[in-house]
């Protein structure tokens, strides 16, 4: 489990441990002794609103970057221009500078493997869905 979800899972509980850290740690060094259903009660009413919104947000928490290298590296996109070593390549309706090692035609499909600043740098796959080689 990545420290993110640990931290969004504590975020969502801290409601529940802080009430339970006053409900029996703070309250009785006061003289305040309250009735455990009162407890129960708050605690499943704060649980519930939890299961609410870990339904409502979790997907944000766990979705992977939606922006960034991250994001493109491993996409298939077509060659706009020639490439050779530079060019332009559509990827997602979005046009980007590419570079390359291997020569590429327009039209040709490519994979993105790196990015280095605005550069994507792409190699040509074949008709048979081989990455980096070329007939």
Do not use: C
Not at 32 to 37: E, K, N, Q, R, V
Not at 49 to 58: A, G
Request: hydrophobic letters at 45%.
């Amino acid at each position: 489990m990545r420290w993110i979800h640990v931290t969004a899972i504590f975020a969502i509980l801290s409601d529940e441990i802080i009430f339970t850290v006053a409900y029996f740690g703070v309250l009785p060094l006061f003289g305040i002794h309250l009735p455990l259903s009162l407890y129960v009660g708050i605690i499943a009413v704060l649980v519930g609103k939890d299961l609410i919104v870990v339904k409502l947000i979790w997907n944000v928490v766990i979705r992977p970057p939606q922006m960034g290298k991250e994001t493109l590296i491993g996409k298939v996109g077509t060659a706009y221009t020639d490439i050779d070593p530079h060019g332009t390549v559509k990827i997602e309706n979005e046009l980007w500078k590419a570079e390359t090692t291997n020569p590429v035609k327009r039209g040709e499909k490519v994979v993105v493997r790196s990015m280095n600043g605005l550069f994507l740098h792409v190699e040509p796959i074949n008709n048979e869905g081989n990455e980096g080689t070329r007939k």
